[in-house]
């Protein structure tokens, strides 16, 4: 019952270092997502992908980049990392019904980023 | 675009008393609506969620949420508050259709304190 597993948990980052953030999941699902959470603001949707070798920018895109080689894989780049990037980021999957309407999300456990 | 307002940041009960959290929504379109809980230093959990037909939908652990289109709300009750509620409630839309996926536009969140 692993749903969807995000490594690593914790990592604290120089400023301008990079790093990349890895999302699986082993539902099947074709949509998955990455989002980032910071106190007083909620979820925000960073990039997501609708299937395979496809991405899309969301809320808050920028300093970060995405790739989904495989579709139980989603990596979430940061070229060169930030203060204001300090943040708690979760991954989450989700799918579609039989009769083409979408299901819910599931997140992964989160990872805490801290840039100094 | 859609959009959730979620009342109170912070929110305290006492053991045994009524929890509500409220949630108003703006969408477009007729939209999906859930509640996840997330427990500290834990992923979101979902709680229930609403998508077509009755408009009062159950979830995990005693929670319940009505959906009412005409005042665009999806409060969250539960009868008798517990210990184990604390935590952060978060309201979230998103649009039922495949072509956007599942994108989750969530509220800001509401910390539930249960008091002795």
């Known amino acids: 019952n692993a749903g969807v597993t995000q490594t690593p948990k914790f990592r604290v980052l120089k400023t301008g270092q990079s790093m990349t953030l890895l999302c699986a999941q082993d539902?099947?699902?074709?949509?998955m997502y990455w989002y980032r959470q910071d106190p007083g603001m909620g979820l925000r949707l960073i990039h997501y992908?609708?299937?395979?070798?496809?991405?899309a920018k969301g809320e808050v895109p920028d300093g970060y980049n995405v790739s989904r080689l495989k579709k139980q894989n989603f990596l979430l780049g940061l070229e060169s990392a930030a203060p204001s990037q300090t943040s708690v980021y979760f991954c989450?999957?989700?799918?579609?019904?039989?009769?083409?309407?979408?299901?819910?999300?599931?997140f992964g456990q989160g990872t805490r980023l801290t840039v100094v | 675009a859609q959009s959730v307002t979620q009342l109170g940041s912070h929110v305290s009960v006492s053991e045994g008393a009524l929890v509500l959290l409220r949630c108003n929504y703006s969408?477009?379109?007729?939209?999906?609506l859930f509640w996840y809980v997330q427990y500290p230093n834990q992923g979101l959990q979902l709680l229930l969620k609403?998508?077509?037909?009755?408009?009062l939908v159950k979830g995990i652990n005693g929670f319940e949420a009505e959906f009412k289109k005409s005042e665009t709300s999806f409060h969250l009750t539960k009868p008798s508050a517990h210990m184990s509620d604390a935590a952060e409630y978060f309201c979230a839309v998103s649009d039922p259709f495949t072509g956007t996926a599942s994108k989750l536009t969530f509220g800001t969140g509401t910390r539930l304190q249960v008091t002795l």
């Open positions: 539902m099947n699902h074709e949509y």
């Open positions: 609403y998508t077509t037909g009755a408009t």
């Open positions: 969408s477009s379109v007729p939209p999906y």
């Open positions: 989450a999957s989700s799918s579609v019904t039989p009769t083409g309407l979408n299901t819910e999300a599931f």
């Open positions: 992908s609708v299937g395979e070798g496809t991405t």
